[in-house]
């Protein structure tokens, strides 16, 4: 609630945030979202495809919902922030449509002194929920957040233990989904869940270049208000010398660059985990990679399955020349120095019995 | 009417021009806005916030209704301007909703032909109008104009006489805003009227840099058509040496920035005055400080008070290091190299008391 | 349909191509076209406007239609376009407004091999189509397209007989279009059809200079998804050396350059035919010219007529500097180095009369 936001040693261990700013998402946001990522996902392009599958049009797209909820909750959670760790457990529960309005809270469940007594890690679940209080979005982060008090005792360390993937079981399809007039045609792919494979790897050959103004009208856009992405004065002191893009836009970038070879993937159930391994900055060029980890059979449905993806994001490096995000480097691993997003997440996507409905 | 626009002499006093292109404000354009400044205010970004206050809905933001009116006014008024000198008595009358059209006119109010005889000074009342015809804006401002025939006779030397600042008995309360539902959380601070004074200042952490993409898209935005702000080459062979940044702009990114500290001003009553200091190019780093002016209760409303604010925007420098807005050199006061803006505004804010209700 | 798009030994006459992703167009896209353009045709700006005229509302830009619809067409046709060699036939039947669905199809038309064997031109008609079915543009282009197995035999050669301009008969008018309440005032000139004759040139004044995010942006919101204008460290390898504007993208920005001097033409009915005579890249700055070709009534209309118009799109050049397009060099003419695009069309502007109704 302060502007200069919270430090480590402000979280307590089941304290809830009610973050400020509602929004409403329009289609003003859905187009803009559209020219920011260049985003071709059927559902979030089409109001009558939507309308197909038993949606009430076409929805906002799953990343622009999820990354206007996190930029909510940056001014009382990461403003101090030193470092975004990791997500888990993101779950998309409920379509959001233009003209729903979202707001979001934060609790704390989980939070660890660092050694060095400067600054220590903060877990919060996040939920954003839509005008009628429906749970649009949940998920799990980590941080980093200095102390601004170095004299304020530790807590008693307490990391929450998180699931390695959201289980099949778990994932939200909706239930009006159906899949009956199906058409393929308009993912521009007859590839559907059946034709993938563990391991199956797919180096995506689109690649975009990210501007300075890209990122920052983008991160706008999401009300995030985190410094470190629009104050190139600033960050001129810090050892970036320069604006670094936000990471969930990197996250949408990449997205849309994997949309080539997963055309049928209908929408995000779920985000397992994820890391962004390396900084971008303004005049990076990025380009995805995408590793299928599992196909799911998806429970009291034999029209939809759902894939455990791995979208790997690299910056100014082809993606057929990354063979593993992770080097080894004197005995350590550690990321490629180009690898900058290891995202788990998984989709839905019509199984192949569609066409034959 | 002409391309090539109105120089001094084609303008007399009591002329009234209708401005061309009526523009229908939309979510699109909303959403644009908040892409463009990071806007948080809770009225233009929740619509449910705006109907818990007995509008319609969330409101198109204040600046962007008063940029878009501004853009109509240039081709008629301003496109051979050599200074926009200041603004005077710019009153917000009614909110704008998505699906409204506005059209502006314009008629001089005063002129003074300056002592070189190659150009004066022009005065204008410009105002703003909804599709319904009622009045939305209304603003004065002068401009210093070209003379294509300095031939031409000096008219006589008028000037009108303003208001040092829209007085509140003049500001416009919507009859219908109601403020027992109000929600401090929304807007994120428990900061209301009652705990200003005058005298405070505020340094507002925030800062934004601006690229040339992000500004010259705003102005496309808004239809203003002066060419300083688009074309570069052009520019190469003034002064300037590129591109210069609409100043409207470098109003609503500055508003933008004074959000924290500031969360609860409800919506722009008044622009009472405002002076662009230095001008703003591509690259700079935009900052902002508030100073309250005076603390207003409003006739007829005890739930609601107003605030006189100066908004002083700072370029390239911290806020903290700005302490005069106007400095000193060799016996003459002149604004600090580093403002970009002097800006006097009034806005509405509950006050503590509908907290109680 | 396959990620590494179509080669020209995969092209067979009289094949259709029904392209991906069907888009909605909605105000948000409305919205950010004009900030791309600073466009201020008033049927696109204003929602009265065009229900004086009969419309149901303002309608969406046509060009921003044209590019969106162009934009499905690159997977199938000209991923592998080594050159787009030009535009003729495209019609722009039924107006656009925001909520409609567009999809587009592309039936190949004409072949030939070029003699190096390592390529060939590719002749497509394309057609995009509303969710209610209806015929909304249509057009043809031709490409070069590279082989990818230079061994495949060359197609008998076919080139289709394309028409040098739509002709005034074949042209759409809305059978709703009334201009009885035609307001001069909105366009913000009195110059009608009736002032317009042949081989008057108009040297549009504004210049507007595109930054790479600029026309990296527009093109992602026509969800254009050739490569060559978004990767800029692929580009370091070609001729070019850096991303490409996109033609489409230049029509647009020409268009709204030369709004002065044509400010009453209501609606393009028509292109004719069109060359992007040189690359366009971040940082060029962009002038107008416009030649009045030919001044034709309308079968049924004496409120109407058509102006068939040459646009020429000038870069880093003042258009008064252009006084021919083509220049000679050692006895062969080609296109001024300047000079990026060469497109003749038609639009539909009011008669004198409309005034006197």
Chains 1, 2, 3 share one sequence.
Not at 85 to 113: M, N, W
Not at 277 to 292: E, H, K
Not at 309 to 316: S, V
Request: with cysteine.
């Amino acid at each position: 609630m302060s502007a200069s936001g919270n430090f480590f040693e402000n979280f307590r261990i089941g304290v809830t945030f009610r973050h400020a700013t509602p929004r409403t998402l329009t289609e003003g946001d859905a187009a803009l979202y559209i020219g920011l990522t260049g985003s071709r996902v059927p559902l979030h392009s089409s109001a009558p495809f939507g309308q197909s599958l038993g949606y009430r049009g076409r929805t906002i797209d799953d990343l622009l919902a999820f990354n206007v909820a996190f930029g909510k909750t940056v001014t009382d959670i990461s403003l101090n922030a030193i470092a975004n760790l990791g997500y888990a457990e993101a779950r998309f529960i409920e379509p959001v449509y233009a003209g729903d309005t979202l707001r979001a809270e934060s609790t704390v469940i989980g939070l660890k002194q660092n050694s060095n007594g400067r600054s220590g890690v903060v877990w919060v679940r996040s939920r954003a929920y839509n005008q009628m209080g429906q749970e649009v979005l949940s998920w799990v982060r980590w941080v980093m957040v200095a102390k601004t008090d170095e004299a304020a005792p530790a807590p008693a360390a307490s990391v929450p233990e998180l699931a390695s993937a959201v289980a099949a079981a778990d994932l939200t399809v909706p239930p009006f989904l159906r899949l009956q007039d199906y058409d393929i045609g308009a993912a521009g792919s007859s590839r559907l869940w059946d034709d993938f494979r563990p391991d199956e790897r797919i180096d995506h050959a689109a690649g975009m270049t990210i501007d300075d103004p890209d990122h920052t009208l983008a991160t706008r856009l999401y009300q995030n208000s985190a410094r470190v992405h629009f104050d190139a004065l600033a960050m001129q002191q810090t050892s970036f010398g320069r604006r670094l893009m936000y990471g969930g836009h990197v996250i949408s970038v990449c997205r849309a660059l994997a949309f080539e070879g997963l055309e049928n993937a209908l929408t995000i159930a779920a985000i397992n985990g994820g890391t962004h391994c390396n900084p971008c900055f303004g005049g990076d060029t990025l380009y995805a990679q995408s590793r299928v980890l599992e196909c799911w059979e998806l429970p009291g449905r034999s029209d939809l399955g759902a894939l455990r993806l791995r979208l790997i994001g690299i910056k100014n490096l082809a993606p057929g020349d990354v063979d593993e995000p992770r080097v080894e480097h004197g005995g350590k691993t550690s990321y490629h120095a180009n690898v900058v997003l290891d995202l788990d997440y998984t989709v839905l996507m019509p199984r192949r019995r569609v066409l034959n409905s």
